[in-house]
């Protein structure tokens, strides 16, 4: 070994005859993996003679190649090889006519590269992702070769630069076409990595889905579905994973839908009545995507999906995978968005069959409940009557509107408190939320930190203000309602567009207040303590036009009842 070393470290003619012996014995040593040895290689300073023979390309480029790609296994000496312009002079190789020259000289890129960021930028720099593409393109059944090409594609795709330079190259139909002819399991996941990571870039996931990936998956699910092999449940995972994220963009979500009737879209629905979990997932999640626009959502109610999902989410109620209730949720809930279709589905009686979930202990599957529930009633009279006079619903919503440790299933609870009120007006249901003290939830949903919600609330309470008095008037006696509305009008901090909700529900209490003069006393004492007012008169020169007269036609209506 050490004549050999030698004997390569000293020569400068670089001649067939006498250097391949030596070469011969340092690969033999490489390939018996005895440790250290690639070490003792790089120690010897034979590294700039290897890299002047790859510039040369000689007869013993080949075998050059070969060595080097072997003693880059040990990652110790990857750094030396770099310093010593082996990438540099193995870049133009990847040219060569000859496979075996390629697929060595791939491996030893590879290898003196992995997980170095600089120099992966520099190969993508110099251009190796069309040659590694064109590779593929010509060599398409030499599975070692598309391997290391593979292997390559996938260490360099999370470079920006690699990802716009696939763009350019139609990676889409070579990974395509491999997808279809994988051998195992190994290029399986390969192809699926190498996806999962160019899948981010909008440009190329459109390519993909016109390159037909998605059909690609789609198929081979169906081939692995009904085994137990781990390895191939991996790769039902994460091609179906693939599927919903290449979903996310709305041009490749429309050609897979394509109008109900896309092959991706029926294997879809397939998944949700498998017995796969991950796949009834995938299947839930891909219906949510599908369902981002009106004419998908009513097209997919036609075709039946809503009883489908609801047997899903039947199936996981008592022990079930919070991960699928909760996809199932986002499904319904965006379905239920038209118009059209929230009256379709209360008519097949979706509310009732998703309040069986109310028995949920988990936060997220709670929180999507409420928002579907909240999506069924906007606008639905009917719906938000006869879900706001259910003592069992309020009661299980009081809950959690008081969830300290989840923010977001108590604001989620107390939006759907509001909407009850706002789409019933139904004096039942404001006499069921004030007897499960719904009020003083909703009183402090009108101080929240979000815009919105302090709407909803603001609104909610003047309606029920305005519906029956009598009813709601010790509630908001006993919250201290109108100094709290005085304190939003006062704080220069509170949105414009609160204040004038504020004004709105002082309006409808003094207009209603005026039914008894027992409450109207009360009410006058409550003004002339608080220095209202003064307060409107400053509301009255606000910026905001909008908000100023909102001020001055609460001012006349206070000076009515003088």
């Known amino acids: 070994m050490f004549d050999a070393m030698k ?12 250097l391949k012996p030596h070469l011969d014995v340092l690969l033999n040593l490489l390939l018996e993996k005895k440790k250290g040895t690639a070490e003792k290689i790089v120690s010897s300073g034979v590294l700039p003679i290897l890299a002047q023979v790859l510039r040369k390309k000689s007869p013993l480029t080949s075998q050059v190649t070969l060595l ?18 082996l990438v540099t002079a193995l870049v133009p190789l990847l040219n060569s006519p000859d496979q075996d020259q390629l697929l060595h000289t791939g491996r030893a890129i590879g290898r003196i590269c992995f997980e170095n960021a600089v120099q992966q930028t520099q190969l993508v720099e110099n251009g190796v992702i069309p040659r590694l593409v064109a590779i593929m393109q010509q060599y398409p059944e030499n599975d070692p070769l598309v391997n290391v090409c593979l292997l390559a594609l996938c260490n360099l795709a999370d470079v920006d630069a690699a990802r716009e330079a696939l763009v350019e190259v139609g990676v889409a139909e070579v990974l395509t076409y491999q997808l279809k002819r994988a051998p195992d399991a190994e290029r399986r996941h ?188 906007d606008g639905q009279e009917e719906a938000a009557s006869v879900l706001g006079k259910d003592e069992v619903l309020l009661a299980r919503v009081m809950e959690w509107c008081e969830a300290k440790d989840h923010a977001g299933v108590r604001g989620e609870a107390n939006r759907l408190l509001a909407a009850l009120i706002r789409h019933s007006r139904n004096p039942e249901v404001i006499h069921t ?97 608080l220095n209202l007012r003064d307060t409107l008169s400053k509301l009255s020169t606000h910026t905001s036009t909008k908000l100023a007269k909102q001020a001055d036609t609460v001012m006349a209506v206070l000076s009515e009842t003088a």
């Open 7 to 18: 004997a390569i470290s000293v020569s400068t003619e670089l001649v067939e005859e006498e």
């Open 68 to 85: 080097v790609a072997e003693m880059a296994r040990e990652a110790a000496v990857r750094e030396r090889c770099i310093e010593a312009g």
């Open 190 to 377: 390969l192809i699926l990595e190498v996806l999962g990571s160019l899948g981010e870039s909008d440009v190329l996931k459109l390519q993909f889905v016109e390159a037909g990936v998605p059909e690609a998956l789609s198929e081979m699910i169906r081939t692995l579905q009904g085994g137990s092999d781990t390895h191939d449940l991996c790769s039902i995972k994460v091609a179906s994973n693939l599927i919903v994220t290449l979903l996310l963009g709305d041009e490749s979500m429309q050609k897979c839908f394509g109008e109900g009737t896309g092959m991706v879209y029926q294997d879809v629905l397939s998944w949700i009545q498998s017995a796969n979990t991950e796949l009834q997932l995938s299947g839930a999640l891909a219906i949510a995507n599908f369902a981002r626009n009106d004419s998908n959502c009513v097209k997919m109610l036609d075709l039946g999906v809503v009883p489908r999902i609801l047997d899903l989410l039947e199936q996981h109620v008592a022990e079930g995978d919070v991960s699928v209730q909760h996809a199932g949720l986002s499904a319904l809930r965006n379905l239920a968005i038209p118009a059209s279709n929230k009256v379709r589905m209360l008519e097949d009686g979706v509310t009732e069959r998703i309040r069986t979930l109310l028995r949920s202990d988990m936060p997220p599957v709670q929180f999507k409940l409420l928002g579907t529930l909240r999506m069924m009633v």
């Open 433 to 529: 939320v004030i007897k499960a003290d719904g009020v003083q939830h909703l009183i402090s949903m009108a101080t929240s930190e979000h815009v919105i919600m302090q709407n909803e609330a603001l609104v909610a309470l003047a309606i029920a203000s305005a519906i029956d008095i009598e009813a709601v008037q010790e509630p908001f006696r006993d919250a201290d309602l109108l100094p709290t509305l005085q304190k939003m009008l006062d704080d220069p901090v509170v949105a414009v567009e609160v204040k004038f909700s504020a004004l709105g529900l002082i309006c409808s209490l003094i207009s209603t207040y005026l039914l008894t003069n027992q409450t109207l006393c009360m009410l006058r004492e409550q003004i002339t303590s």
